[in-house]
């Protein structure tokens, strides 16, 4: 760790804070990056540094870091009605207000909303859901919950479950209930010869054999990100969803699309599911929902398990789960105003407008020595590194190629995300073509650079 004196930021965040998700020995080598504030695309520090964050904060900061119209949403509705839980039958207006308008940006006309803090939150409430209303309807064992290795949707203890990383491990997790079908990555895991179509159709047999095995009556659900985001942006192979959908729905076992990423534009269409052409029974949002300015997740039921959940409640009284600020009416203002942003004031017509420049730039990379696969959609993309081209061979875990990547980024003023070997970006929707050249010039050269230094 470089020596930061007694009193500096560094020092103080090193005496007191725990740190999640961050790699302790570049953490170690560099110490901890403390900002103050942001300015459209660009995050400062305490010493005045400034990066573009290529990465929307965590996915979600879309409207850059200072909206000056979310902000103001947040005051008014400060100056209002501060704070209110959704218990009781009690509830602000605001929440209303967003029911109703997610209801209209949704694919379920005649769906309904539970709200919560978080994207977390919000999948283990999908899964109380199912497991409530499958409970109450007299079929206890329908609980089991299916999810894809690599995928990610969060980190409670059953969303931790459904997460498909090696690192839950260290948690003693999966629970038993959890199972897990493949990560459809074709670039990967197809095989030697073996076209699209095929790999899907294996990826459909794999997911049938596993429901018929566990038995589809043991089986609630089954949650998917139209695009795996911190799984590596992991697009679908052409037809993965129509070929899985139909083996779902012959089960009887709800497809829950995972939106917290894909949701409000990221992939080019306001949801992840219509890019991808399929219907889900629920989806899940968070991050874009409030663009950032505000904790928020929110379950959207399609109209099937809306009327299921409806009954089940009125069974045996009530659907006993809420947090505290489920329905915030702070939340439900910016969230309201954060869909205006972007789907009535630019911001979405903007990603659709810059998407072709981010693909071609990032898909440029991959001439580069040690990019393997430059892949993406909308205004999301990755690359792989790879130590062999031809045969695909990851580096060495010792390099921690992507870490060194990410590091050499962050010196040369880019903040992008290390994801396994591969490098992840995701700007705010407001970037504008001159930003995303100066970001990929930057990218560039940091990559040209850590490629000289490895040999
Ligand atoms: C971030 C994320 C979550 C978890 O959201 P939190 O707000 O961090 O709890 C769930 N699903 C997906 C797809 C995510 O990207």
Known sequence: MPEFAPNSWEARANAHVLYGFTDM????????????????????????????????????????????????????????????HAFFGRLSDQTVELSERLIEVSPFPDGKVFFTSSGSEANDTMVKMLWFINTVKGRPEKRKIITRENGYHG?????ASMTGKPYNKWFGLPLPEFKRVSCPHYWRHGEPGESEADYVARLAAELEALIEAEGPQTIAGF??????????????????????????????????????????GRTGS?????????????????????????????????????????EAAEEVEEFVHGFTASGHPVGCAVALKAIDV?????????????????????????????????????LMGALEAVADKDTKEPFPAELSISE????????????????????????????????????????????????????
């Not at 980190?155 to 969303?159: E, I, M, Q, R, W």
């Not at 729905?249 to 917290?260: A, T, Y």
């Not at 420049?357 to 909308?378: N, S, T």
């Not at 880019?414 to 073509?433: D, H, K, N």
Request: proline letters at 7%; hydrophobic letters at 45%.
């Open 25 to 84: 020995p570049s953490l170690h080598a560099r110490g901890p990056v403390v900002l103050t504030h942001g300015r459209g695309i660009h995050v400062f520090d305490v010493h005045g540094r400034s990066w573009i964050d290529a990465n929307s904060g965590l996915w979600n900061m879309v409207a850059g870091f200072d909206h000056k119209g979310l902000a103001e949403a947040a005051k008014a509705q400060y100056d209002r009605f501060p704070g209110y």
């Open 155 to 159: 980190v409670t203890v059953a969303t």
């Open 223 to 264: 949650f998917a990100e139209p695009v795996m985001g911190a799984g590596g942006v992991i697009v679908p192979p052409a037809g993965y969803f129509q070929a899985i959908a139909p083996v779902l729905r012959r089960h009887g076992i709800p497809l829950i699309s995972d939106e917290v990423i894909c949701g409000f």
């Open 270 to 310: 306001i949801w992840g599911c219509q890019t991808y052409d399929f219907m889900p029974d629920a989806i899940i949002s968070s991050k874009n929902l409030t663009a950032g300015y505000f904790p928020m997740g929110a379950v959207i039921l399609g109209p099937e398990l809306a009327t299921a959940l409806t």
């Open 342 to 378: 972007v789907l009535r004031e630019g911001l979405f017509e903007n990603l659709r407008a810059v998407a072709p420049r981010f693909q071609g730039r990032l898909r440029a990379l991959a001439d580069l020595p040690h990019i393997g696969e430059a892949r993406g959609v909308g």
């Open 404 to 455: 060194r990547i990410a590091n050499t980024c962050m010196d040369n003023g880019l903040i992008c995300r290390p994801l396994g070997q591969a490098i992840v970006l995701c700007p705010p929707f407001i970037i504008t073509e001159g930003e995303i050249d100066r970001l990929f010039d930057l990218l560039e050269k940091s990559l040209r650079q850590v490629f000289r230094e490895i040999g």
